[in-house]
């Protein structure tokens, strides 16, 4: 779906559009809730009726009266009161079901987008997206059945009661609405600005701490908790000076709308009490009238405030659409087919890649990765390795030119099936906070105990994973925060012998780990890319001596091709790379 501008002042677009695909599946439910509404309006219109019968009753000296209005009074409030908490329930039902489907399908909109668009905005202004935004949606989900939908039908039905006793006189009071209704609207309008610009600030402050959070080493080592502090609090500063402008304009509400509400009842008051002595109404007629004018204000002014809350809820659904209508690039092709892998032969042609217009990633590669061998990638910071490696899952598309597997356009097979052939080790490992088991079994969903442990064993993993408190059912803690480095990169490594793909991506896998890790680590890879095409990616050139091909890779471009000896004999850059590596060891 494209994504569309949604314009300022399109709340009823943006509240339609929540009725089509949320909340019309429950139109069964809320039918219900329509006719308890509607109940609820019919026996509040009964009460300025019930009030002007018991004081016309009394005024003529009704004894009877004594003995059927509290009766019927009773009955009244009685259904009233069943209906309201009927109301309520179903609401709250439909409300949280909706909410969670919002939220659930905002979540897989999220893990399927590319990694371009999720790299727009931080994990914590996204996940604020789920907590702030929703609030704001959900208490508009709520006000809408239990005062938009609750109140109008009171209002109805208090409005009805009020011509029936006295026409006149309800137009009379009826003239202060529009001198209301304006102010109303523009605080409103107001709201809107405010909330979007209040969201926004919210998530990148969420953002902000999280990272600040996450560098604490860096903070500490280098003395930045005052800058830190600093920034935080002029960041959460603004979010409070935005959420008083919010109440400051809701705060002008109450006093317009009790201003308004005092303006019809002091004429009411005025008229009928002259009306009164002059004997054209009797004390029934008077009592029954201000009563529901009276009670019409109560939801009269929640329609008044309930404005402020719609606008504040357009403003997070205007970022919700916004979000979940941008549709990823990386996409399949409509007749894709499978991807049929024979030898594993990958192939760039003429690639081309950019991050954004202005920013040239790789120009021109023209590269053959040969089938069961292993392909090492070196060069400098920057010179486009890592890039030709997120091309082979379509983690990106090229720009131009074509990446192949088996002479198979990557971008005309199913995305499932490409990614099934490609397994990937990199020096950020990722580890969920579940157990060792079902973090190596993301390789292979379904895989058995057996084939788990198997697969450990083959990274070197099973020992230190028998050790653990819990074994396999060991868990590692939010990104694995419980384990060490080496630790969680052999589980990583067990993830990928166990998913066995063909194709096998390594990422500086080695570079951040210490030497005894490093030794257990690289033994296991050496055991991992036997058979399987292999390109890597490797900081340190002693690791990559014995490839079978080795590109040098200089500004986006291939610089010299060739095996280590025949890259060292022909003196250029590699040699030079080489060269100063070596300077670099300590004596």
Known sequence: ????????GDTLPLLARLWRDWLSPHRGTLAVVMLLIAVVGAATGLYPALIKAAFDAFDHKDASALTYGPLIVVAVTSVRGFALYGQTVLTNRVVTRVEADMQAALYGHLIESDLAQLGRESPAAFTQRFTTDFAFIKEALTRISTVLLRDVAMLVGLVAALVWMDPLLTLIAAVTVPFVAGPVGRIGKKL???STSTQERM????????????GARVAKTYALEGYLKGRAAEALDEVRRLKMKAANARGRLDPLLEVGGGLAVAGVLLLVGQRVMSGDRTVGDFTGYVAALLLAAQPARALGTLNAILQEAAAALRRYFDLIDEAPTIREAPNAAPLTIGAGEVRFE?????????????????LTVPAGRRT?????S??????????????YDVTGGRVTVDGQDVRDVTLASLRQAVAVVSQEVVLFDDTVAANIAFGRPGASREQIEAAAEAAAAHGFVSRLPEGYEFRVGPGGGRLSGGERQRISLARAFLKDAPILLLDEATSA?????????????ERLMQGRTTLVIAHRLSTVRDADLIVVMEAGRIAETGSHGALMEAGGVYAHLHRLQRDEMPA
């Open 350 to 366: 003429g690639v081309r890649f950019r991050y954004r217009p202005d920013a040239p990633a790789l120009e021109g590669i023209d």
């Open 192 to 194: 809107r600005r405010v």
């Open 1 to 8: 779906m494209a994504r569309r501008a949604l314009a300022a």
């Open 382 to 395: 920057g010179s486009g390795k890592s890039s030709l490696l997120n091309l082979v899952p379509r983690l």
């Open 376 to 380: 090492a990638l070196v060069g400098r």
């Open 203 to 214: 998530g990148a402050t969420a953002s902000l701490i999280t990272e600040s959070l996450q």
């Open 513 to 525: 780990l210490d030497a005894e890790s490093e030794r257990l680590v690289q033994g296991a890879l």
